[in-house]
């Protein structure tokens, strides 16, 4: 399978335990974004990242949730101190970010997390 | 500003009916818009987008800059159609802020 990756698929962890998910985008694509998508809702944009600098993180995005790229290939999403809103799916997508216009983003299937 | 509003939670269509999936975005650009589908158990997937002016599997939409609309159309309901589908924009550095998603239904 050549598309987005994550791992885990599910996580169910106790309030206030750390967490971290993995993202392995499309080999190719430069850009790797992070969303989560909670029940009802469409997904919400949390960050983005051009190669291993990360350009843009939404107010979604507390003091608790980091990102990194290290590489410019993989992803970490790590939540610290978990709190029960953060139950989520949280989705990974990559694109190429070719010629300045919105390339289309290719999801993966999505770590869904559970807080008890 | 920026929004996408789908004001349908739930469209039920009967099999060969028309069907239509509304959309209205607020945004102060230039957006691109886009139509993102997913199936049941299949992961998010883009259907089309307006600057591709594409019908892909039978749907097409028309960006209506006006009314701030990019409403989903097709035809002929297929079975197949039935899923969630989310209209989408985006604005600058590819950040895509999705709406609330519709769950389309297709009666035999």
């Known amino acids: 399978d050549t598309g987005v990756s994550q791992d885990p698929r599910h996580k169910i962890t106790k309030r206030g335990q750390n967490v971290t998910f993995r993202c392995d985008p499309i080999?190719?694509?430069?850009?790797l974004y992070w969303y989560r998508q909670t029940l009802g809702q469409g997904p919400e944009f949390l960050t983005y990242?051009?190669?291993?600098?990360?350009?843009?993180k939404s107010r979604l995005l507390s003091d608790r949730f980091s990102a990194e790229r290290p590489k410019g290939s993989f992803s970490t999403l790590e939540i610290q101190r978990t709190e029960q809103g953060d139950s989520a799916m949280y989705l990974c997508?990559?694109?190429?970010?070719?010629?300045?216009?919105?390339?289309?983003?290719?999801f993966g299937p999505g770590t869904r997390l559970t807080v008890l | 500003a920026q929004r996408v509003t789908q004001p349908e939670k739930l469209l039920s269509v009967f099999k060969g009916a028309p069907v239509e999936l509304k959309c209205n975005y607020s945004?102060?650009?230039?957006?691109?818009l886009f139509w993102y589908v997913q199936y049941s158990r299949q992961r998010l997937q883009l259907l089309l987008r307006?600057?591709s002016r594409e019908s892909i599997k039978g749907f097409t939409a028309d960006l209506n800059k006006g009314e701030t609309s990019f409403h989903l159309k097709k035809p002929f309901a297929q079975e197949e159609d039935s899923a969630m589908y989310y209209c989408?924009?985006?604005?600058?550095?590819?950040?895509?802020?999705f709406g609330k998603g519709t769950r389309l239904h297709i009666l035999p």
């Open positions: 997508a990559s694109s190429s970010g070719q010629d300045g216009r919105a390339a289309e983003q290719f």
């Open positions: 080999s190719e694509h430069n850009r």
């Open positions: 990242f051009q190669n291993e600098a990360q350009l843009e």
């Open positions: 945004y102060s650009g230039s957006p691109e």
């Open positions: 307006h600057i």
């Open positions: 989408a924009l985006s604005g600058r550095v590819d950040k895509i802020i």
